[in-house]
């Protein structure tokens, strides 16, 4: 299946908190990597969510491979926690030659300094790893190439403001290296290499915060992609039993005969909680669709994955990643 993101470099995946936008992000590279490619997941929040979800130790500032593609695609998963600490003091070496004097800028506190009281220069840097790994070609010395790069980033909420790095360092730094960097991170997320995903599930709160996320994205030009719709729940009433479910019509008789058949043993109380069971399920299917023709006027791609009853383990994060490989995100 072709994907709906050709060319796209940078998947950037965020989401409200309680979503499982790591979950999203973890499929969402499993599911790049399996047409034979090779994929960076990375994170910035410092909750090595990658490692508990990949059961894998705590992630170094480093490119780990923690997984392969399904088959013999050929592909494989790295992943890397970005740390603002470790990024300055890669930066500082990389630009400023400061090995050993960074180490020691480090140990007496000022990077620590720099990027608490300079939240913008943080942002610059966490994003700016991410843009060197996204431009990083095959000839780099002791490096490995890319062809896409999964950011799994802050929450909606924050989404924006840490996507848009210039306007967060406009009274910071007008000019100079920094400054420079940013407006080279910002010509990367404007640009057609990148899509802003966004996760949701079918609850009000979470679907209003995935419109005012897209509003705010498309007023700052950053290219939103895809809104991805996680922890459905199964639909185990067709529409006739669920429309009768809400209305109180479902066919007592009919159900107890049923139940009979198969040998259990019927009371009134058994029936009773089945009925309240049946409309209570059509009841949240009601809410559920009222949410889903909310998320069809953004007029965006959509994708749905299914709740996992056993919980999500490395075998879950095959099955969601296929899922989005079936409905065309990767």
């Given amino acids: 299946m072709t994907s709906d993101w050709p060319g796209v470099r940078l998947h950037v995946v965020t989401g409200k908190g309680g979503t499982g936008k790591t979950t999203v992000a973890a499929a ?19 909750r090595q969510g990658i490692a508990q ?10 490119e780990t491979r923690i997984a392969s593609a399904p088959g013999d695609s050929g592909g494989s998963l790295f992943a890397l926690a970005i740390e603002p600490e470790s990024a300055l003091l890669e930066y500082l070496s990389m630009y400023y030659r400061l090995g ?17 009281i300079a939240p913008g220069v943080r942002d610059v840097l966490l ?9 990083r070609n095959k ?46 991170i910002m010509s990367l997320l404007r640009s057609e290499r990148t899509r802003v995903h966004l996760v949701t599930v079918l609850e009000d709160m979470p679907v209003q915060e995935t419109a005012d996320g897209i509003a705010e994205l498309t007023a700052d030009d950053l290219p939103v992609g895809g809104v991805v719709v996680n922890l459905v729940r199964r639909r185990e009433l067709d529409d006739d039993a669920r429309t009768a479910a ?9 159900i107890e005969a049923d139940l009979a058949k198969a040998g259990v043993d019927v009371t009134p109380q058994l029936v009773d909680g089945l009925l309240h069971e049946a409309h209570d399920h059509a009841e949240r299917r009601r809410l559920e669709d009222e949410q889903r023709n909310r998320i069809a006027t953004l007029d965006v791609p959509t994708y749905e994955l299914d709740r996992q009853p056993d919980g999500i383990d490395l075998g879950a994060l095959y ?11 990767a």
Avoid: M, W
């Avoid at 979800?53 to 480093?62: A, S």
């Avoid at 360092?169 to 000019?175: D, N, Q, R, T, W």
């Fill in 28 to 46: 969402l590279a499993l599911a790049l990597a399996s047409s034979g490619q090779q994929v960076l997941l990375c994170e910035v929040e410092g």
């Fill in 139 to 184: 000839r780099g010395k002791n490096q490995r190439h890319y062809d896409a790069v999964v950011l799994d980033a802050p929450p909606t909420g924050r989404i924006a403001q840490f996507l848009n790095v210039n306007s967060e360092l406009a009274g910071l730094a007008k000019v100079g290296p920094i400054r420079s960097q940013a407006d080279s």
């Fill in 127 to 135: 994003t700016g790893k991410v843009y060197e790994a996204v431009h």
């Fill in 100 to 116: 050993r004097a960074g180490k020691a800028l480090d140990k007496f506190g000022v990077i620590d300094f720099a990027t608490t």
């Fill in 246 to 254: 809400l209305k109180g019509k479902l066919p007592r008789a009919g």
């Fill in 53 to 62: 979800l990949f059961d894998v130790p705590p992630l170094p500032y480093e």
């Fill in 319 to 329: 099955e969601l990643a296929a899922d989005l490989v079936d409905q065309g995100i």
